[in-house]
Antibody, heavy 121, light 106 residues
Framework: EVQLVESGGGLAQPGGSLRLSCAAS????????MNWVRQTPGKGLEWVSY????????YYADSVKGRFTISRDNAKNSLYLQMNSLRAEDTAIYYC??????????????WGQGTLVTVSS | SYELTQPPSVSVSPGQTASITCSGD??????ASWYRQKPGQSPVLVIY???KRPSGIPERFSGSNSGNTATLTISATQPMDEGDYYC?????????FGGGTKLTVL
């Protein structure tokens, strides 16, 4: 059974940092591209960052570029998101998301349950 | 930056067909995916690569994508199909989501 379990969310002060983790199981983690997607409660979905299976290719949304860093440890089947210089507008549920394995498949075929990040003083 | 536009809401009677559109510049040149999200739950993929259904998604869900518009069609809509629907596509090196459409079955 595929599982993506996020952790590390919580309350942070503006300008502060948090590190999110995503533990993957039930599939060959290193073969899959992974993403972080966030959702402000009651609002829509916003893509945050992408990392290829090897870790060689990384993309960020403009809204987090220079502040957030995505990484992965394929030996530990884990994906991470280091969030620095946090702002109130970063408050959201953060989802760890698996991308479809086919070369042409650009969809997000499995989502974790999400972890809530609240940025407030 | 690239944008995907969806209607905020769509209403349909049970058993009827619901269509949700997603518009973006030359969207037909990209693959569109669709997700359903119910309150308090994570999104679920319902259509990928414009027209394909993941395993477990009923046949009444179908998709198309041409020109500037992708469309999610739900035939014989059931109350369980209610939720927020989002379209998604890649543009260059970024993922874009539509703003979401709330589907009401009444």
């Amino acid at each position: 059974e595929v599982q993506l379990v996020e952790s590390g969310g919580g309350l942070a002060q503006p300008g502060g940092s948090l590190r999110l983790s995503c533990a993957a199981s039930g599939f060959t983690f290193s073969s899959y591209e992974m993403n972080w997607v966030r959702q402000t409660p009651g609002k829509g979905l916003e893509w945050v960052s992408y990392m290829s299976g090897s870790g060689n290719t990384i993309y960020y949304a403009d809204s987090v570029k220079g502040r957030f860093t995505i990484s992965r440890d394929n030996a530990k089947n884990s994906l991470y998101l280091q969030m620095n210089s946090l702002r109130a507008e970063d408050t959201a549920i953060y989802y760890c998301v698996r991308e479809g394995i086919a070369a042409t498949d650009t969809s997000f075929d499995f989502w974790g349950q999400g972890t809530l990040v609240t940025v407030s003083s | 930056s690239y944008e995907l536009t969806q209607p905020p809401s769509v209403s349909v009677s049970p058993g009827q067909t619901a269509s949700i559109t997603c518009s973006g510049d030359k969207l037909g040149d990209k693959y569109a995916s669709w997700y359903r999200q119910k309150p308090g739950q994570s999104p679920v993929l319902v259509i990928y690569e414009d027209t394909k259904r993941p395993s477990g998604i009923p046949e009444r869900f179908s998709g198309s994508n041409s020109g500037n518009t992708a469309t999610l069609t739900i035939s014989a809509t059931q109350p369980m199909d209610e939720g927020d629907y989002y379209c998604q596509a890649w543009d260059s090196s970024a993922v874009v989501f539509g703003g979401g459409t709330k589907l009401t079955v009444l």
